[in-house]
Nanobody, 120 residues
Framework: QVQLVESGGGLVQAGDSLRLSCAASGYTFSSLGWFRQAPGKEREFVAAVSWGGSTTYYADSVKGRFTISRDNAKNTVYLQMNSLKPEDSAVYYC???????????????WGQGTQVTVSS
């Protein structure tokens, strides 16, 4: 059983940066990633990173602005978000899964989410 705990969300202005963290415990020898869900919308894939960190995937909407990374010594995955836009506002969830079709296929292990709000 894996536990995922996100942190780092907050209220920022458009153009600002935030770094989300996801601390993982339990079986973490897997790909990890981030999803987000805005009110009234479906949860969508944001970014994923392989176990070794050599492979990363991003949604088109965040390419060039967001960077995913992981520190396996700390069992933590990060999402550096730059040049934030109001449309990035959502609850961001950390997930474990497998890389598929340049995205992450979640295996059912989710964190509780952290709110990111970007004001214009």
């Amino acid at each position: 059983q894996v536990q995922l705990v996100e942190s780092g969300g907050g209220l920022v202005q458009a153009g600002d940066s935030l770094r989300l963290s996801c601390a993982a415990s339990g079986y973490t020898f897997s790909s990890l990633g981030w999803f987000r869900q805005a009110p009234g919308k479906e949860r969508e894939f944001v970014a994923a990173v392989s176990w070794g960190g050599s492979t990363t995937y991003y949604a088109d909407s965040v390419k060039g602005r967001f960077t995913i990374s992981r520190d396996n010594a700390k069992n933590t995955v990060y999402l550096q978000m730059n040049s934030l836009k109001p449309e990035d506002s959502a609850v961001y969830y950390c997930a474990r899964g497998s890389l598929l079709n340049e995205a992450l296929r979640p295996d059912g292990s989710w964190g509780q989410g952290t709110q990111v709000t970007v004001s214009s």
